[in-house]
């Protein structure tokens, strides 16, 4: 069964960091991309992505508002995928899911707030 466990949101004043991270279990890690997608408060149930690792070659990917300030990676021995978020602004306020297609994690509240 796979399984995807989102941790490390909270809430943070603006300009701050936060670092999430995915623990994956279930299937073959070194074999899949891993996404983050988030669903901002308001927005249904649309998720917006963010950000994607390659499993081949480490190539990243980054939605243009978090280009600069977001850095995901992975480490294939843990079987972890996190998201260094810096520079945090509050319209990044969402639920970020982990995600290898087409299985997504719980979610993890992340709250950006003066």
């Known amino acids: 069964e796979v399984q995807l466990v989102e941790s490390g949101g909270g809430l943070v004043q603006p300009g701050g960091s936060l670092r999430l991270s995915c623990a994956a279990s279930?299937?073959?890690?070194?074999?899949?991309?891993i996404g983050w997608f988030r669903r901002a408060p308001g927005k249904g149930t649309e998720r917006e992505g963010v950000s994607c690792i390659s499993n081949m070659n480490g190539g990243t990917y980054y939605e243009d508002s978090v280009k600069g300030r977001f850095t995901i990676s992975r480490d294939n021995a843990k079987n972890t995928v996190s998201l260094q978020m810096n520079s945090l602004k509050p319209e990044d306020t969402a639920v970020y899911y982990c995600?290898?297609?087409?299985?997504w994690g719980q979610g993890t509240q992340v709250t950006v707030s003066s």
């Open positions: 995600n290898v297609d087409p299985h």
């Open positions: 279930g299937f073959n890690f070194d074999d899949y991309a």
